[in-house]
């Protein structure tokens, strides 16, 4: 398991209700199956459903890094919402940051109530390209059959390579930490999202 840097930088980012910490703990302990130190962080913006949250997690083959991602590090960005993947971008991005992102927008309260307006997300997604080495945008909105986006962008992650973890880890990881009444719907959701590679 070799990592092309390292730490190497992974940051989780949704609103509250997308699942981003369960999503943070499958690929960190995905992470420590696979034989690496990592460490994880919690970010929280208004605590509460909707608010923006964001997962720091750092992986190392030397050590057990700090559990906070200094700005402009960042490696990876897995985005559960595409305006909340620009905002982290824009503080923790670099030109060699990939980018893993659900298009589908969860409009904040301010936009619902008509005192803002979203931008169109393909904008979105033309300023995350320009701001880092590549894009890819999966298709993750949750569905009738209850996948959820966090595991089907988990699943996209797995299948990229990006993070040395290989796909088998994280379906272990997903299996102790989901509870068994989920466990078929998760991973169906995260075999979708490894299609995606």
């Known amino acids: 398991m070799n990592l092309k840097k390292d730490p190497l930088n992974l940051i989780i980012t949704g609103v509250g209700g997308q699942g981003n910490?369960?999503?943070s703990q499958i690929v960190a302990t995905?992470?420590?199956k696979a034989?690496?130190?990592v460490t994880v962080g919690e970010t929280y913006g208004a605590s509460q459903r909707g608010g923006p949250v964001m997962s720091h997690v750092r992986f190392s083959q030397?050590?057990?890094?700090s559990p906070l991602i200094p700005e402009g590090q960042a490696d990876v960005v897995v985005g559960l919402e595409p305006a909340e993947a620009l905002r982290v971008i824009a503080d923790f991005g670099n030109p060699s940051t990939r980018v893993i992102v659900n298009p589908r927008p969860v409009y904040p309260i301010w936009v619902l109530s008509g005192q803002a307006k979203y931008p169109p997300v393909e904008e979105i997604v033309e300023t995350l390209a320009g701001l880092v080495e590549k894009v890819d945008v999966v298709q993750a909105s949750e569905n009738q059959a209850g996948?959820?986006?966090n595991m089907i962008l988990l699943g996209a992650l797995a299948g990229s390579g990006i993070v040395p973890v290989s796909a088998e880890y994280f379906e272990e990881a997903i299996r102790e930490i989901v509870p068994p009444v989920d466990l078929a719907s998760n991973l169906e959701a995260f075999n979708k999202g490894k299609r995606a590679f």
């Not at 030397?62 to 890094?65: N, T």
């Open 21 to 23: 910490v369960l999503a």
């Open 147 to 149: 996948m959820g986006a």
């Open 30 to 32: 995905a992470g420590i």
């Open 35 to 37: 034989g690496l130190y």
């Open 62 to 65: 030397k050590a057990q890094p």
